[in-house]
């Protein structure tokens, strides 16, 4: 195989390998009821294909423009995947529990040394057919690798603000070590990979190793090892592509690196990555669930809704009385989360990977005796609550079940049954009625035109040009007029939270100023930003509210208008055309707020920077420099990059209904057209109408409104 490296002409495309077959890396032994819990994500998939059957349907017996919009429903409805983000510190088992939620027991290196390195995205499908790619990796760009080697990262950047050169010299050492590891293993042309993708149609455990695993002692692994880790300290982001017969609707998994990464580098692609989810698995140790350390992942969930976050307690196999510490477990991580503004209402549940992933090996002969007894005790107390099934069937299921990972499993599918995967059956079906009522006015009006229009009953009253031309003056006047509602609100979230920022600036230096009175400068003085973060949530909250409604009122606007055009062109035909509500979007929660700053940092931070600064008005100076730098970046998130995002959702939702209408009035002005009566007689009519009502009854079962 050439090396993409030193051969630059195939970098972004490394030549495919001799297929081999994911089945080469998944366990052969596994209990039967895998698919235990995965009823909701089993009955989403049922209601996908009674609407993808329904849009088959109305195909068939659409024209041309009808089926081009049909054609981009099915389109959505068949690539929807639902995402689930797993966070967790490092060793807290998330990348074992993703292996076991996949079914997959040895699919990602799980070992303490080497560890998930970035965001990898396992894509699970039901599918059979394999994909043309199955494994892609995304390196960073030159902006992010020269962001951590000019300034060491985002840890480096609040060093040395705060002036503590100390943590910047470690800083410092660990990035060219990090730098000279990389261009030994890659040459001296490893920039050249900045920002590019290597594509595979196969993958394995030494290719998975070679991009996504990161350790300390590389330079100490076999002969045969030599290339793991090799392109890890440059790797984004990894996607695999898997079937699975274990999942009965497309799937993706996101395993992330630890949030207490070293350089703080990775932070904002694990919130990129939390942010393009609806769902989050936040996975603690029992050993130390939430311990200080895990304040960190509580500020990235903070934001979120209790709906979207689960929380699972993993390694209970390790504690000596589950039965006994689960519940104390719980109230803690209840208080805690209470304590520091977390999401208290979160699902929380508790099983072991560990225990998952013997059971799909078929290694339960080799558990510790310690890991034996939990599971012992953990089914004695399952058994008297009456939590799990578990009184019959083999060793193998029974484990699978107090193992966690059904209830898992079903809390997961149920939130994406009644969430996002019921919202997109919902939007899609009622796009589709809009579309199959449309088919059944051109229908009519090509009935009419056959039997020939009789005095009183004409079939427009404005000419076909007339019609189209007014229909895209109105689509253009209600994109830009929402364009310009979403930029009023938008401009007035900006304007609320540069106020937010300032008065938390101006408060935190007005009791550092009232700290120094009193205390002196002997005295470390501390600031919690959890006030900044609740301001700023607030700002969002507002914003999201005033976005929804600005759409919906020019949605419902664009709706009137559109119907008003029809009725007025072509008059009692198309009354039974259903023209759909576009459903409006909901905002992405702010979960840039969970970025750290320095004041999320205890006495060493604070200490360092203390010592450096003399007299009152240096310290408040400098402090609101500080505090000015640290948070820019996470006001730039939130007040330009995440609102663009919700801001072109908005904008498209409306120019879908736009195009959907385009195709509906194509299909009828269509049907007047003299050399398509002469296709149509009755009875071809008839038939047609008959197939349409037949889909548009399925249709009505998901709609909306």
Same mark, same amino acid.
């Given at each position: 195989?050439?090396?993409?490296?030193?051969?630059?002409?195939?970098?972004?495309?490394?030549?495919?390998?001799?297929?081999?077959?994911?089945?080469?890396?998944?366990?052969?032994?596994?209990?039967?009821?895998?698919?235990?819990?995965?009823?909701?994500?089993?009955?989403?998939?049922?209601?996908?294909?009674?609407?993808?059957?329904?849009?088959?349907?109305?195909?068939?017996?659409?024209?041309?423009?009808?089926?081009?919009?049909?054609?981009?429903?099915?389109?959505?409805?068949?690539?929807?995947?639902?995402?689930?983000?797993?966070?967790?510190?490092?060793?807290?088992?998330?990348?074992?529990?993703?292996?076991?939620?996949?079914?997959?027991?040895?699919?990602?290196?799980?070992?303490?040394?080497?560890?998930?390195?970035?965001?990898?995205?396992?894509?699970?499908?039901?599918?059979?057919?394999?994909?043309?790619?199955?494994?892609?990796?995304?390196?960073?760009?030159?902006?992010?690798?020269?962001?951590?080697?000019?300034?060491?990262?985002?840890?480096?950047?609040?060093?040395?603000?705060?002036?503590?050169?100390?943590?910047?010299?470690?800083?410092?050492?660990?990035?060219?070590?990090?730098?000279?590891?990389?261009?030994?293993?890659?040459?001296?042309?490893?920039?050249?990979?900045?920002?590019?993708?290597?594509?595979?149609?196969?993958?394995?455990?030494?290719?998975?190793?070679?991009?996504?695993?990161?350790?300390?002692?590389?330079?100490?692994?076999?002969?045969?090892?030599?290339?793991?880790?090799?392109?890890?300290?440059?790797?984004?982001?990894?996607?695999?592509?898997?079937?699975?017969?274990?999942?009965?609707?497309?799937?993706?998994?996101?395993?992330?690196?630890?949030?207490?990464?070293?350089?703080?580098?990775?932070?904002?692609?694990?919130?990129?990555?939390?942010?393009?989810?609806?769902?989050?698995?936040?996975?603690?140790?029992?050993?130390?669930?939430?311990?200080?350390?895990?304040?960190?992942?509580?500020?990235?969930?903070?934001?979120?809704?209790?709906?979207?976050?689960?929380?699972?307690?993993?390694?209970?196999?390790?504690?000596?009385?589950?039965?006994?510490?689960?519940?104390?477990?719980?109230?803690?991580?209840?208080?805690?989360?209470?304590?520091?503004?977390?999401?208290?209402?979160?699902?929380?549940?508790?099983?072991?990977?560990?225990?998952?992933?013997?059971?799909?090996?078929?290694?339960?002969?080799?558990?510790?005796?310690?890991?034996?007894?939990?599971?012992?005790?953990?089914?004695?107390?399952?058994?008297?609550?009456?939590?799990?099934?578990?009184?019959?069937?083999?060793?193998?299921?029974?484990?699978?079940?107090?193992?966690?990972?059904? !209830? /898992?499993? =079903?809390? #997961?599918? +149920?939130?994406?049954?009644?969430?996002? %995967?019921? &919202?997109?059956? @919902?939007?899609?079906?009622?796009?589709?009625?809009?579309?199959?009522?449309?088919?059944?006015?051109?229908?009519?009006?090509?009935?009419?035109?056959?039997?020939?229009?009789?005095?009183?009953?004409?079939?427009?009253?404005?000419?076909?040009?007339?019609?189209?031309?007014?229909?895209?003056?109105?689509?253009?006047?209600?994109?830009? !007029? /929402?364009? =310009?509602? #979403?930029? +009023?609100?938008?401009?007035?979230?900006? %304007?609320? &939270?540069?106020? @937010?920022?300032?008065?938390?600036?101006?408060?935190?230096?007005?009791?550092?100023?009232?700290?120094?009175?009193?205390?002196?400068?002997?005295?470390?003085?501390?600031?919690?930003?959890?006030?900044?973060?609740?301001?700023?949530?607030?700002?969002?909250?507002?914003?999201?509210?005033?976005?929804?409604?600005?759409?919906?009122?020019?949605?419902?606007?664009?709706?009137?208008?559109?119907?008003?055009?029809?009725?007025? %062109?072509?008059?009692?035909?198309?009354?039974?055309?259903?023209?759909?509500?576009?459903?409006?979007?909901?905002?992405?929660?702010?979960?840039?707020?969970?970025?750290?700053?320095?004041?999320?940092?205890?006495?060493?931070?604070?200490?360092?920077?203390?010592?450096?600064?003399?007299?009152?008005?240096?310290?408040?100076?400098?402090?609101?420099?500080?505090?000015?730098?640290?948070?820019?970046?996470?006001?730039?998130?939130?007040?330009?990059?995440?609102?663009?995002?919700?801001?072109?959702?908005?904008?498209?939702?409306?120019?879908?209904?736009?195009?959907?209408?385009?195709?509906?009035?194509?299909?009828?002005?269509?049907?007047?057209?003299?050399?398509?009566?002469?296709?149509?007689?009755?009875?071809?009519?008839?038939?047609?109408?008959?197939?349409?009502?037949?889909?548009?009854?399925?249709?009505?079962?998901?709609?909306?409104?």
């Amino acid at each position: 195989m050439v090396d993409p490296i030193h051969d630059p002409q195939t970098a972004s495309v490394p030549p495919a390998k001799p297929a081999a077959e994911p089945a080469d890396i998944r366990s052969a032994a596994a209990p039967g009821n895998l698919t235990a819990g995965l009823e909701p994500l089993a009955q989403l998939a049922a209601q996908r294909q009674q609407i993808l059957k329904a849009l088959d349907g109305l195909s068939a017996v659409s024209g041309e423009s009808a089926q081009r919009a049909l054609a981009r429903l099915s389109g959505e409805l068949t690539s929807f995947e639902p995402a689930i983000t797993v966070l967790g510190q490092v060793k807290s088992g998330k990348t074992a529990l993703v292996n076991a939620m996949a079914g997959w027991s040895d699919l990602l290196p799980s070992d303490v040394n080497p560890w998930t390195s970035v965001v990898t995205s396992l894509h699970l499908s039901p599918d059979t057919a394999r994909a043309e790619t199955s494994a892609r990796f995304q390196f960073m760009t030159e902006g992010e690798w020269d962001r951590l080697l000019t300034k060491g990262g985002r840890i480096g950047e609040m060093a040395g603000r705060a002036g503590a050169e100390s943590e910047l010299d470690k800083i410092r050492e660990q990035i060219e070590a990090m730098r000279d590891r990389s261009r030994a293993r890659l040459g001296r042309k490893f920039e050249m990979l900045m920002g590019q993708t290597h594509d595979y149609g196969y993958f394995d455990k030494n290719l998975i190793e070679r991009y996504i695993c990161l350790g300390d002692d590389f330079e100490d692994l076999e002969p045969d090892q030599a290339d793991q880790g090799r392109f890890a300290d440059i790797t984004r982001s990894a996607d695999l592509y898997l079937n699975s017969g274990m999942i009965p609707h497309a799937l993706c998994l996101r395993d992330t690196p630890g949030v207490n990464d070293t350089f703080m580098m990775r932070e904002q692609i694990t919130i990129q990555a939390l942010r393009d989810s609806r769902l989050c698995v936040v996975v603690l140790s029992a050993g130390q669930a939430l311990t200080s350390v895990d304040l960190g992942l509580i500020r990235m969930i903070a934001s979120l809704d209790a709906r979207e976050v689960v929380i699972f307690v993993n390694r209970i196999d390790e504690l000596q009385d589950p039965a006994q510490q689960v519940p104390e477990i719980e109230a803690a991580i209840r208080e805690t989360l209470r304590d520091h503004h977390g999401p208290q209402e979160a699902e929380i549940l508790f099983g072991s990977a560990y225990w998952a992933n013997a059971a799909l090996m078929g290694q339960l002969d080799n558990l510790p005796p310690a890991s034996a007894a939990a599971l012992l005790n953990w089914a004695e107390a399952s058994v008297k609550a009456g939590t799990h099934q578990i009184a019959k069937g083999p060793a193998q299921d029974m484990v699978w079940q107090l193992s966690g990972l059904p !209830a /898992l499993h =079903r809390t #997961l599918g +149920e939130q994406i049954l009644v969430g996002e %995967g019921g &919202a997109t059956l @919902a939007r899609v079906a009622t796009s589709a009625l809009t579309v199959a009522s449309g088919q059944e006015a051109a229908h009519a009006i090509r009935v009419q035109a056959q039997r020939g229009s009789t005095e009183g009953d004409a079939v427009h009253g404005l000419d076909t040009n007339t019609v189209r031309m007014t229909f895209e003056q109105l689509a253009d006047q209600h994109m830009d !007029a /929402l364009e =310009r509602a #979403l930029d +009023e609100v938008l401009a007035a979230y900006r %304007g609320r &939270a540069d106020r @937010a920022h300032a008065t938390f600036v101006d408060r935190a230096t007005r009791a550092l100023i009232e700290h120094l009175e009193q205390w002196g400068d002997q005295s470390v003085w501390e600031y919690d930003p959890a006030g900044l973060r609740l301001l700023l949530r607030t700002a969002y909250s507002v914003m999201s509210s005033r976005l929804q409604a600005a759409a919906e009122a020019r949605y419902q606007a664009a709706v009137r208008d559109v119907a008003g055009l029809l009725h007025q %062109g072509f008059g009692s035909a198309v009354e039974g055309v259903q023209l759909a509500l576009p459903q409006v979007p909901d905002v992405a929660a702010p979960v840039a707020l969970g970025q750290t700053i320095a004041l999320d940092f205890n006495d060493g931070w604070w200490a360092s920077w203390w010592r450096r600064t003399r007299g009152y008005r240096a310290f408040a100076n400098q402090f609101r420099s500080l505090i000015e730098g640290e948070t820019e970046d996470f006001m730039v998130q939130l007040k330009s990059v995440q609102v663009a995002d919700t801001r072109a959702e908005f904008l498209a939702r409306l120019q879908g209904f736009f195009d959907e209408q385009r195709d509906i009035l194509a299909e009828i002005t269509d049907a007047q057209d003299g050399d398509l009566r002469a296709r149509f007689n009755n009875h071809t009519a008839e038939a047609q109408s008959k197939a349409s009502r037949a889909a548009m009854l399925v249709l009505k079962t998901y709609a909306t409104g």
